[in-house]
């Protein structure tokens, strides 16, 4: 789940991106709205996290623009207007939710997944192939009943596959989903997470293969037994 954060206060943003990634979220940063229409028009995103107050304009009126243009992603607003005219106007701006500043992070997350499970979102609560489960709100993998130790990357990657279980997922997508604006990404990056999560789930016996289909990208299925 790709995340863009437009927020111009740096100590918050830090804040904001520590448990954004914690949460399974590869999160990006801009700290004007010129920035975060050159972001989104450069990458897709899952999701989208918009201050109102930014130095460059006023975020509600930008969401306004980015509406009638027909933008549909979805929208959390994140800001110091806390008073129910301010709620009702970014509503109204076409913010699919409100959250005043101060705020919990674990609320701020679990809004932001509550968005992604409207239908036509990305989220759902398990996934599952095979023998293998993915547990989205605890962000665990386990292969009957034992938890895989993946880390915040291999987690990320094995959850883009299973979301396409059975098609192939082209290397940009993976790579978009995985790697944020200001992540060092070496040309064999990739193959290297594929390949350290193939071995892992090897290990444990899931009955998941990962395909490679060269200059394409990849494609999880399930295991056929061997006769």
């Not at 918050?12 to 914690?22: D, R």
């Amino acid at each position: 789940m790709r995340l863009l954060l437009i927020e111009d206060n740096d100590r918050l943003s830090g804040f904001l991106i520590k448990g954004l990634t914690a949460a399974g979220f590869t999160a990006d940063r801009v700290a004007r709205l010129d920035e975060a229409s050159a972001a989104l028009a450069a990458a897709h995103f899952d999701i989208l996290v918009l201050d109102l107050g930014l130095p460059d304009g006023d975020g509600g009126e930008w969401l306004v623009g980015r509406r009638a243009a027909g933008d549909c992603l979805p929208v959390l607003v994140l800001t110091a207007r806390a008073t129910t005219a301010d709620k009702v106007k970014g509503l109204n701006a076409g913010a699919d939710d409100y959250l005043a500043k101060p705020f919990e992070m674990a609320e701020l997350v679990a809004r932001l997944k509550a968005l992604l499970r409207r239908p036509g979102g990305v989220l759902a609560l398990t996934l599952e192939l095979g023998n293998l489960r993915f547990d989205m709100t605890h962000r665990e993998a386990s292969v009957a009943g034992r938890v895989l130790a993946l880390s915040h990357s291999e987690l990320k990657l094995l959850e883009l596959l299973l979301r396409r279980a059975g098609r192939v997922v082209p290397r940009r997508v993976l790579e978009e989903g995985l790697y944020g604006f200001d992540d060092h990404v070496g040309p064999n990056s990739l193959e290297a997470h594929v390949s350290r999560l193939r071995k892992k789930l090897d290990a444990a016996s899931a009955g998941v293969q990962i395909h490679t289909l060269r200059g394409v990208g990849y494609l999880a299925g399930e295991q056929v037994p061997q006769p």
